[in-house]
């Protein structure tokens, strides 16, 4: 099983991303599919997540509004749009896979991982 994150990149305050998140080796059918951003100095958390059957969304606080996260399934990939970019939105983005279809946001409950896309957004 293999993720693979893409799309990060330097942009300033205001700008927009779409970051995507590619999976081989397994349908990201049957799982839950989450975005966790680790600022620089800080602990990997939850941004968003994209469950996998009832089709609900999760959006942390800090990027509801701003970020939407969305499956493409014929293209076995999960896309995270950023609009509205600040500089606390910088950070190294990971995508996660959580079998059993349920989001969470804590860390350790997802099954695979990829190795990040970094966004820098200056002000």
């Known amino acids: 099983v293999q993720l693979v994150e893409s799309g990060g990149g330097l942009v300033q305050s205001g700008e927009s991303l779409r970051l995507s998140c590619a999976a081989s080796?397994?349908?990201?059918?049957?799982?839950?599919i989450g975005w966790f951003r680790q600022a620089p100095g800080k602990v990997r958390e939850a941004v968003s997540c994209?469950?996998?059957?009832?089709?609900?969304?999760y959006l942390d606080d800090s990027v509801r509004g701003r970020f939407t996260i969305y499956r493409d399934n014929p293209k076995n990939t999960v896309f995270l749009q950023l609009n509205n970019v600040q500089p606390e939105d910088t950070g190294v983005y990971y995508c996660?896979?959580?079998?059993?279809?349920?989001?969470?946001?804590?860390?350790?409950?997802?099954?695979?991982w990829g190795q990040g896309t970094r966004v820098t957004v200056s002000s």
């Open positions: 996660a896979a959580r079998s059993g279809g349920v989001c969470w946001v804590t860390t350790t409950l997802y099954d695979y």
């Open positions: 080796g397994v349908s990201l059918d049957d799982y839950a």
């Open positions: 994209s469950s996998y059957g009832d089709g609900t969304t």
